[in-house]
């Protein structure tokens, strides 16, 4: 549910779209006074003065319930910025600044994007969900309203302003993030819902009291659901399988519902005053309604087509979001500036928030985890050492792998630290990264953990330091060495090995490593006699000189031998 939010400082002419606005309600809807008040939380009138909330009241969420792979963000209308909540921590992680009178937000499928509506602006602000900062900024129609997602992800559609006595929305191509073209519907929507299979939009208009169907495939306008119960419809959500749709009809307290195979509407439920907000739970067995004008929520028995039960929350609830993944609704106190949680299993209020001045608009997004470092990030290849892994996200882990090796033991500390027994693997430098329900945290140099090769030393001729070797210059030197079985030809680090001229009293360095040559190609491994060998084609130049040899593995130790060259 979206809507132009009341008692907006602004320009003249912007004053003047507001007044207007509000005469088109006030001729087009015969509304007592009475409704005003509730109106303002519409942004239609003059608005009531704001209270601020109590604090967090209640327990906090169970791990089970909000998983912290979750975000809620929340569109701040007077604040001009999004605030993004962890449900796992019950705060906010991030304030975002938007356009102006930010009115709704919807999250992409694929939880990378997050769109905000910028009622002032005529824009939509894309966030970046992983860095939380808009990346780009998309013009819209005149005082755009409702945004939602096709399930696919590939176009947004925004509904705004046209005239008195009509509405479009615009269908926004998500990958050139620019708008293909506009849709006539009825005048002022203010909700917009797609279904889940894509094949149509479903638009309440406010004024007319009709719900316009769009057909996504050729963007036309095929059908309007007009019913003389359905008044002011300003909230629309379809049943998870596409089925129905729900209507929250502000002036007539109730919700109406349509069958969409014939898109007539077969039912209404009465509701609280002021209906604003409606979402489904992901069973599609209950609906959730926000009533604006008696701070509850309706709680509606799809199967029964009754209302089950009447949640107070803060006041003036105008949107309304059950989580996709269950177990909790979230619902925008505008008038308290606060975000209530209820707990869908009791539906009992079990958090109360502070949020930005007036929200309006809630959407969901899951956040895959990140890993920022690995403590004790060095160990054997045999395994079994504690290993501490830092980052965001890390709550509700259902795995941590070291490179493709799951690790065991794995215990979850809180949202950025977990704990796990680095499993077995051949030596060398892997990835760790960390499964939740979200995705797979992204592979970087900061998440790397490294296998130690079982390095013995270096095999005869060339003995391992104090021991000087003496060699003639221009000689090929046979370097051996043994990791303990086949580890791959790639075992030895990028630009070793290196010699590097030292004083051959003190082991002093007289100047930069500088790589070596092989005499034959490169290093080569003996099964039979499991050893690892480099030929180093040496420097007539050397003679009289003294130069460590370095070879660097990829496990990231480095493994040094003297020579003096006569």
């Given at each position: 549910m979206t809507a132009l939010p009341s008692g907006r400082a602004g320009s003249p002419g912007r004053l003047r779209r507001l007044r207007h606005r509000a005469s088109v309600v006030s001729v087009a809807v015969s509304v007592a006074v009475s409704v005003a008040g509730a109106l303002g939380a519409l942004g239609v009138v003059v608005p009531v003065s704001s209270a601020h909330a109590a604090g967090e009241v209640g327990e906090a969420p169970s791990p089970g319930r909000a998983s912290a792979h979750r975000l809620v963000y929340i569109a701040n209308s007077r604040a001009n910025s999004v605030t993004a909540y962890d449900p796992s921590t019950a705060s906010a992680v991030a304030t975002i600044p938007v356009g102006t009178y930010p009115q709704a937000v919807a999250v992409s499928p694929d939880g990378s994007e997050a769109y905000v509506v910028n009622n002032g602006s005529g824009t939509v602000s894309v966030i970046d969900t992983a860095t939380g900062t808009v990346g780009s900024t998309i013009a819209v129609g005149r005082l755009p309203g409702p945004v939602s997602f096709s399930p696919d992800g590939t176009h947004a559609y925004v509904g705004h302003y046209v005239s008195a006595r009509a509405g479009g929305v615009d269908v926004i191509d998500t990958a050139t993030r620019t708008v293909t073209t506009t849709v006539a519907v009825g005048s002022q929507p203010f909700g917009i819902a797609v279904a889940p299979d894509g094949a149509h939009a479903y638009v309440a208009n406010l004024i007319g009291g009709s719900v316009s169907v769009i057909d996504t495939a050729t963007n036309s306008l095929t059908?309007?659901?007009?019913?003389?119960?359905?008044?002011?419809?300003?909230?629309?959500?379809?049943?998870?399988?596409?089925?129905?749709?729900?209507?929250?009809?502000?002036?007539?307290?109730?919700?109406?519902?349509?069958?969409?195979?014939?898109?007539?509407?077969?039912?209404?439920?009465?509701?609280?005053?002021?209906?604003?907000?409606?979402?489904?739970?992901?069973?599609?067995?209950?609906?959730?309604v926000a009533n604006q004008n008696e701070d509850t929520v309706s709680v509606i028995d799809t199967g029964t087509g009754g209302v089950s039960d009447t949640v107070a929350v803060g006041a003036t609830p105008v949107g309304v979001l059950v989580d996709p993944a269950g177990g909790a609704a979230y619902v925008a106190n505008s008038r308290a500036g606060t975000l209530s949680v209820i707990d869908t299993a009791t539906r009992n209020v079990t958090r109360t928030v502070d949020t930005g001045s007036s929200p309006y608009g809630l959407a969901v997004a899951t956040v895959a985890p990140t890993v920022t470092g690995v403590r004790a990030g060095h160990g054997p290849d045999a395994g079994g050492n504690s290993v501490t892994v830092v980052g965001a996200h890390l709550a509700g882990a259902r795995a941590v792998m070291f490179g493709d090796t799951p690790a065991t033991g794995v215990t979850v500390v809180n949202d950025s630290t977990l704990r796990a027994t680095a499993p077995a693997r051949p030596g060398g430098a892997v990835n760790v990264t960390v499964t939740t329900p979200a995705g797979t945290s992204p592979v970087g140099t900061a998440g790397r953990y490294t296998y130690a090769y079982p390095f013995s030393g270096f095999r005869p001729p060339v003995a391992d330091p104090p021991a000087v070797?003496?060699?003639?210059?221009?000689?090929?030197?046979?370097?051996?060495?043994?990791?303990?079985?086949?580890?791959?030809?790639?075992?030895?680090?990028?630009?070793?090995?290196?010699?590097?001229?030292?004083?051959?009293?003190?082991?002093?360095?007289?100047?930069?490593?500088?790589?070596t040559a092989a005499t034959d190609g490169g290093l080569r491994y003996d099964r039979a006699a499991d050893t690892y060998s480099y030929v180093w084609k040496t420097d007539r130049s050397y003679a009289g000189s003294c130069r460590l040899f370095t070879l660097g593995l990829n496990d990231g130790t480095l493994h040094t031998a003297l020579f003096r060259f006569s």
């Open positions: 059908e309007t659901i007009v019913d003389s119960r359905a008044r002011m419809p300003a909230a629309v959500a379809v049943s998870p399988d596409g089925g129905r749709v729900y209507v929250a009809n502000f002036a007539g307290d109730n919700v109406s519902v349509i069958e969409t195979a014939s898109n007539t509407v077969t039912g209404v439920v009465p509701v609280g005053a002021g209906p604003g907000g409606v979402s489904i739970t992901p069973d599609g067995a209950h609906a959730y070797n003496r060699m003639n210059a221009g000689r090929a030197v046979p370097i051996k060495f043994g990791l303990g079985g086949d580890r791959g030809p790639d075992v030895v680090s990028r630009d070793h090995p290196t010699a590097t001229r030292v004083d051959c009293t003190t082991g002093a360095p007289l100047g930069p490593p500088v790589p």
